[in-house]
């Protein structure tokens, strides 16, 4: 219908009843609103106007929500219900925490090392590990026979690794992967634990070990041989030696050992371990002896000097003079030839100290105690 130039039209309207069995119906009559007209270009403002009146439009298009009361009724609102809101919120924080903790997940899996297969590891422990040790360290250190019988043995064809013969001594082996044969007998894959005696040196015991030496020092360790079987089950009976030497007359300490690097070390001059010797004497000692001591002796055109010479006071039961000696060079028979050189002769030698370690004073003749750590570190050697 149209009336002087203007235009409208009649706008749908719904009729809708509610009924519940506890109350009367309800009739809700609901309008919709007309469609947003079309903006019209807005006139300049004016002076005394505000902006703000511009903005006025129709009433927004309100959405009816029909809910059920606290009293149990239903009724009609403009605003969702609370519970429909809570889960809306609970939904959209739940989704943000899992997001940000699946970005958690993915930095650290990129951040973390890659993980090796066990083929992997294996190739790289076969191709790339410890190369091993020389064949015949590890031929002396399982006991067959000393550092050089073993190199003889290696020479003369009677060692064989993985089924061939070994003619050099220098060949890289482990026990624990390579079949190893000498003179017919396998070589155990798992060798003995290093071992460390300090031992009071009797009289009349040289240090060689060799099988047909009835009075050597390392026969004095027969008894901790005998038990290894049963103290360590399975691990072959270690190949002991002395370290160093001492003439068959001198007594004291000595250390025995299987470890062929600890032996090379404490042996070896640039370990620069000083040894403790008391040096009994027959006669009377002045002070030109001190003195011819102190200015040293050649031995092996090597001059020799002693480090410090003292004169022990006499003990009530022993009328002979005593010399405190020390000395590292460790030439052979240096602290003899040093008091034969002063005039001097020697009734009887011990050596009582090696380095720091001194020879236990109630360790008796032909005994020996096992060196714990601090022993070791006393002789200069990191264990």
Known sequence: MTDGGSSFRTLPRLTCS????????????????PPKPKPKPKPNPGPGTDPEDDDAGPDQFLVPWIVRGEDGNLKLQTQPPARLLNAIATAETGSKKK??????EVK???KSPPQRSKAARRFYNENFRDPGTRLSKVLAASGVASRRSCEELIFEGKVTVNGSVCNTPQTRVDPAKDVIYVNGSRLPKRLPHKVYLALNKPKGYI???????????????????????????????????TVGRLDVATTGLIIVTNDGDFAQKLSHPSSNLTKEYI???????????????????????????????????????VQRSRLRIVVHDGRKHEVRELVKCAGLEIYSLKRVRIGGFKLPSDLGIGKYVELNPENLKALGWKS
Request: with cysteine; charged share 25%.
């Open 108 to 110: 650290a899996t990129t």
């Open 207 to 241: 240090c060689s070990s060799g099988e047909n030496e009835s009075k050597s020092v390392v026969s004095l360790c027969d008894d901790f041989l005998k038990t290894w079987g049963k103290n360590h089950p399975g691990v072959p009976t270690p190949r002991l030696f």
């Open 99 to 104: 997001t940000k903790k699946s970005e958690k």
């Open 18 to 33: 509610l009924s519940s069995s506890s109350s009367p119906p309800l009739k809700f009559n609901i309008s919709f609103a």
């Open 279 to 317: 040096a009994t004497v027959e006669g009377s000692v002045y002070k030109r002896h001190l003195i011819a001591i102190s200015e040293g002796t050649t031995i092996d055109d090597v001059h020799c000097v002693p480090d410090s010479v003292e004169l022990l006071p006499r003990l009530p039961d």
